[in-house]
């Protein structure tokens, strides 16, 4: 059973600062990594997608990738009350047909 | 540009009773998925499609079966609804990179069941 952790919930942050969010996963053939944001009673949409190691900036969202350490994780800069969501990191597994979802992180900003 | 589209959008059925959910892309993608999302939990996947006629299961099909006729629907079908499948349901799409990795999937808005 492969498996996909985030750090426990919920995390409540001030409107400006950092939002950290961090996932492990155990397939270490994975290839794909996927950030999505769920808000409440919504479907889940892309944030942001990484496949090789290091860090890929879009806006205020940083993914970072580290495969040796099976680990991948999300920063927000500037945390808006807007980006209060739940945040789904996807790892496909290595077959490369499926993805395996972590239980979600609940960001709170508060203003 | 419509993306994954389900209907309906809620139900409500009796015990015991079957329905379909059903689910259509237009952006032309090989691979679908059906998930379910309990209450404050993560997605699990109940099925999934790597092409027209082509249908594999996920981590909890029980109770569950689906059909790849085209590439365009994935419906879903409960035969004998039970209160443990009260849940919201999300189909997705996804086209694999020739490299092997997935790009993104898309998900459609979901249908939110219950069983009464």
């Known amino acids: 059973q492969k498996e996909v952790e985030q750090n426990s919930g919920p995390l409540s942050v001030p409107e400006g600062a950092i939002a950290s969010l961090n996932c492990t996963y155990s397939d270490r053939g994975s290839q794909s990594f996927f950030w999505y944001r769920q808000y409440s009673g919504k479907s889940p949409e892309l944030i942001m997608s990484?496949?090789?190691?290091g860090d890929k900036e879009d806006g205020r969202f940083t993914a970072q990738l580290n495969k040796a350490s099976q680990y991948v994780s999300l920063l927000i800069r500037d945390s808006q009350p807007s980006d209060s969501a739940t945040y789904l990191c996807?790892?496909?597994?290595?077959?490369?047909?499926?993805?395996?979802f972590g239980e979600g992180t609940q960001l709170t900003v508060n203003p | 540009n419509a993306g994954v589209t389900q209907t309906p959008k809620f139900r409500i059925l009796k015990i015991g009773q079957s329905m379909t959910l059903q689910c259509a892309q237009d952006?032309?993608?090989?691979?679908m998925y059906w998930y379910r999302q309990d209450p404050g939990m993560g997605l699990k996947l109940i099925y999934y499609s790597v092409g027209a006629g082509i249908t594999d299961k996920g981590e909890v099909p029980n109770g569950y079966n689906v059909s790849r006729s085209t590439t365009e629907d994935f419906p879903l079908r409960l035969e004998l609804a039970a209160p443990s499948q009260t849940s919201v349901y999300f189909c997705a799409s996804s086209y694999l990179l020739d490299r092997g990795g997935n790009q993104p999937q898309h998900f459609g808005d979901g249908t939110r069941l219950s069983i009464l």
């Open positions: 952006m032309n993608h090989n691979y």
């Open positions: 996807a790892v496909n597994e290595t077959s490369g047909s499926r993805l395996t």
């Open positions: 990484i496949y090789s190691n």
